[in-house]
């Protein structure tokens, strides 16, 4: 369900005034690169190190906006049909540099949610986040003798989220109209599939019921580990799985180290992701 209400549409109001503030430079500079005077004249010549200037204010800039922001960034990052390479090599920073909630604020969410204290519930629980990320961060801790990773959504992430879908709504089609006709095209498509992607990355009871789903899809393969969710410690705000050690599928260094064939990880990858999609 969707928040809603008076403080979803007033906090909506003061975010647009916000993002609006905020965007306005990166406005006026596109528009001038098109126009040299914006309304007449020839198109400028950006050179690469304006553009790798522009990117990092505009990394920046969505950091200091928020969550929903800084996702927003993380989904441009992988998307080169919608901005320019240096915008996409400098926004894939935000993969791994998301500044994480404080355990202060992520303890009473978490303790509501399970209904007991996390010392209750959990034999350990490392309280620093092993990953944190725009919409949740994940913790590392162990139950009944077995090492589990503990998903929790940000506090007050769902209310800011949507406030910010609004404003962007609001956005998107004033950014497309300083566009190119295809790229334009592009960021309105990537407007509405953002809100939906965002909105069921929310939803923990959602990922808890793929993750069986796909679980048991791939159980007849060895090649293949999905974690199992852990029922009684999951909400549709927290997710509570096996902890599965992993490498970055782009640490090549170490992909080499532990001696696997990069050819047949690619097909292996291939065939799993056809899989789940098909």
């Given at each position: 369900?969707?928040p809603?209400?008076?403080?979803?549409?007033?906090?909506?109001l003061?975010?647009?005034?916000?993002?609006?503030w905020q965007?306005?430079?990166?406005?006026?500079?596109?528009?001038?690169?098109r126009?040299?005077?914006?309304?007449?004249?020839?198109?400028?010549?950006?050179?690469?190190?304006?553009?790798?200037?522009?990117?990092?204010?505009?990394?920046?800039?969505?950091?200091?906006?928020?969550?929903?922001?800084?996702?927003?960034?993380?989904?441009?990052?992988?998307r080169?049909?919608?901005?320019p390479?240096?915008?996409?090599?400098?926004?894939?920073?935000?993969?791994?540099?998301?500044?994480?909630?404080?355990?202060?604020?992520?303890?009473?969410?978490?303790?509501?949610?399970?209904g007991?204290?996390?010392?209750?519930?959990?034999?350990?629980?490392?309280?620093?986040?092993?990953?944190?990320?725009?919409?949740?961060?994940?913790?590392?801790?162990?139950?009944?003798?077995?090492?589990?990773?503990?998903?929790?959504?940000?506090?007050g992430?769902?209310?800011?989220?949507?406030?910010?879908?609004?404003?962007?709504?609001?956005?998107?089609?004033?950014?497309?109209?300083?566009?190119?006709?295809?790229?334009?095209?592009t960021?309105?498509?990537?407007?509405?599939?953002?809100?939906?992607?965002?909105?069921?990355?929310m939803?923990?009871?959602?990922?808890?019921?793929?993750?069986?789903?796909?679980?048991?899809?791939?159980?007849?393969r060895?090649?293949?580990?999905?974690?199992?969710?852990?029922?009684?410690?999951?909400?549709?705000?927290?997710?509570?799985?096996?902890?599965?050690?992993?490498?970055?599928?782009?640490?090549?260094?170490?992909?080499?180290?532990?001696?696997?064939?990069?050819?047949?990880?690619?097909?292996?990858?291939?065939?799993?992701?056809?899989?789940?999609?098909?």
């Open positions: 369900r969707r809603s209400g008076l403080g979803v549409r007033l906090r909506a003061w975010r647009a005034i916000v993002v609006a965007f306005v430079p990166f406005v006026w500079a596109w528009a001038r690169d126009k040299r005077f914006v309304f007449f004249g020839r198109s400028r010549e950006v050179t690469s190190e304006q553009r790798v200037e522009r990117a990092r204010r505009l990394k920046t800039t969505f950091v200091e906006l928020g969550p929903a922001f800084i996702k927003l960034g993380q989904m441009l990052s992988t080169p049909d919608a901005l390479a240096a915008y996409i090599e400098v926004l894939s920073e935000l993969q791994d540099r998301v500044p994480p909630a404080p355990w202060s604020a992520i303890e009473p969410l978490l303790e509501a949610e399970l007991d204290t996390v010392d209750e519930r959990f034999d350990s629980f490392d309280t620093n986040p092993i990953s944190g990320a725009s919409l949740g961060q994940v913790y590392e801790a162990e139950i009944h003798g077995e090492r589990v990773a503990v998903k929790v959504l940000r506090p992430i769902r209310e800011r989220v949507e406030s910010d879908l609004r404003v962007l709504e609001t956005l998107t089609p004033v950014l497309a109209r300083g566009a190119e006709p295809a790229q334009a095209y960021l309105e498509n990537l407007s509405e599939e953002f809100a939906a992607t965002i909105r069921a990355e939803d923990y009871a959602h990922e808890a019921r793929m993750l069986r789903e796909i679980g048991a899809s791939f159980a007849d060895d090649d293949v580990a999905i974690p199992d969710v852990v029922e009684s410690l999951s909400t549709d705000r927290v997710v509570t799985m096996t902890y599965l050690d992993g490498v970055k599928i782009d640490d090549l260094a170490r992909i080499d180290e532990l001696g696997i064939d990069r050819e047949e990880l690619v097909q292996r990858l291939e065939e799993v992701y056809i899989q789940m999609i098909v």
